[in-house]
């Protein structure tokens, strides 16, 4: 029996964990600092109110149940990956195992001021917090709304901005749906010049058309250089006054793995092959947001992507374990892929090396994606199959 040590319980992670126990042979433990599983993609709907924590959470003793894993909720803290072992917040040592896994996601870049700003896609408990400051300013019947995202210089794949739009459509749909939206001014801001253009070109005229459309007004090309309880202060010397300000900061390598053995990108990602190899560490790979991403410029840290490095390591290492030398690489299904939600509907989005497209989907596309999370949820507990590929 190869025991392998699955850190992190986000989307990498719990996948891996599900995919190495369909494996024969293979015992597994995963740990994470939260007892729960959170499908981030839908954490959107939750300042709007069409959503709560609970309702996108899953129990991961409830997933480990139902898949056969061990799960141990706790920090780690420190990892010896030639040593094949970790250090959690309790002082526990784990060690004696054959394979890890490392998914314990990112940091995220720190930027003056950032106290002052939300998360979507930081804790949890972030998109609450949204929600109430939201909730004040509805009831007040006016405000000044900022909502952005920033860059990583040292790896353009470290970006999280579908988001950022996402909640921004969303809150302008709630907004106009309680007839009140003109008493508010909706503002994007980003500090590089083409915000999106991960996507392609097409795609960046499209969005330029929904903030026409919407009335959002937008700030970009400027650098940040400071947050403040009342807005965004910019290197060109202007302010974006603000009553409620949403940021998505870029992320970095995380702070375990800076401290770690592991090599390591100038951001901080664990640099791996394509078979999320670390090589000099026979038996250690990295997986998701741990990972630093191969491809072309436009690559993106994504749910989907983690998903496929998950299910092609547990592949790779019962291959390893059984001395055979079959690999899968994540390579060929590096793309952009999602339903970029507005509230009232939604628009496709996908980009590979042939190019981006952005397909509107009015009306019929926020359905698509609010069953996608019914889909996740599920098909993640074993209530219905799994779609290949989703």
């Given at each position: 029996m190869k025991k392998v040590l699955v850190l992190g319980g986000g989307f990498a992670g719990?996948?891996?964990?599900?995919?190495?126990?369909?494996?024969?042979?293979?015992?597994?433990t995963l740990v994470s600092d939260r007892d729960y599983f959170y499908i981030y993609p839908t954490s959107i709907w939750?300042?709007?109110?069409?959503?709560?924590?609970?309702?996108?959470?899953?129990?991961?003793?409830?997933?480990?149940?139902?898949?056969?894993f061990e799960v141990i909720v706790d920090a780690v803290t420190a990892l010896?990956?030639?040593?094949?072992?970790?250090?959690?917040?309790?002082?526990r040592v784990l060690e004696g195992y054959d394979y890890i896994v490392v998914a314990l996601g990112q940091d995220k870049m720190k930027a003056k001021g950032?106290?002052?700003?939300?998360?979507?896609c930081g804790k949890p408990e972030e998109a609450g917090e949204i929600k109430l400051r939201l909730d004040i300013l509805v009831a007040k019947g006016s405000g000044k709304i900022a909502m952005g995202f920033g860059g990583n210089p040292h790896d353009t794949s470290a970006v999280r901005g579908g988001p950022a739009f996402e909640v921004l459509f969303n809150v302008n749909t709630m907004l106009k749906r309680k007839g009140i939206r003109d008493n508010f001014e909706l503002t994007f801001f980003a500090p590089m010049e083409k915000p999106g253009q991960k996507m392609g070109p097409k795609a960046l005229v499209m969005m330029d058309k929904m903030f026409g459309m919407t009335n959002i007004k937008k700030k970009v090309g400027s650098k940040i250089t400071s947050f403040e309880a009342d807005g965004i202060n910019f290197e060109d010397g202007t302010k974006l006054e603000s009553d409620l300000t949403m940021f998505i900061t870029a992320g970095k390598g995380h702070s375990v793995l800076e401290a770690s053995d592991l090599p390591l990108s100038e951001a901080g990602f664990v640099?791996?092959?394509?078979?999320?190899?670390?090589?000099?560490?026979?038996?250690?790979?990295?997986?998701g947001d741990s990972a630093s991403l191969m491809g072309p410029e436009w690559r993106a840290k994504q749910g989907h992507v983690a998903e496929v490095m998950a299910k092609n390591v547990a592949y790779n290492i019962f291959q390893h374990s059984q001395k055979m030398k079959s690999k899968r690489s994540y390579m060929e299904h590096l793309n952009i892929l999602c339903v970029m939600d507005t509230g009232d509907g939604a628009a496709f989005v996908y980009r590979d090396d042939k190019g981006g497209k952005m397909i509107p989907l009015p009306f019929i596309g926020h359905w698509m994606k609010r069953g996608w999370g019914w889909y996740c949820k599920q098909s993640k507990l074993g209530r219905i199959p799994r779609i290949p590929g989703m």
């Open positions: 719990v996948e891996a964990a599900i995919y190495l126990k369909k494996e024969e042979n293979i015992e597994v939750i300042p709007t109110g069409q959503t709560t924590e609970k309702d996108i959470s899953i129990p991961l003793e409830q997933l480990a149940t139902k898949h056969g010896d990956a030639g040593a094949k072992s970790a250090t959690l917040a309790s002082g950032i106290e002052n700003t939300f998360s979507i640099v791996t092959n394509e078979y999320n190899e670390v090589e000099g560490f026979e038996g250690v790979y990295a997986i």
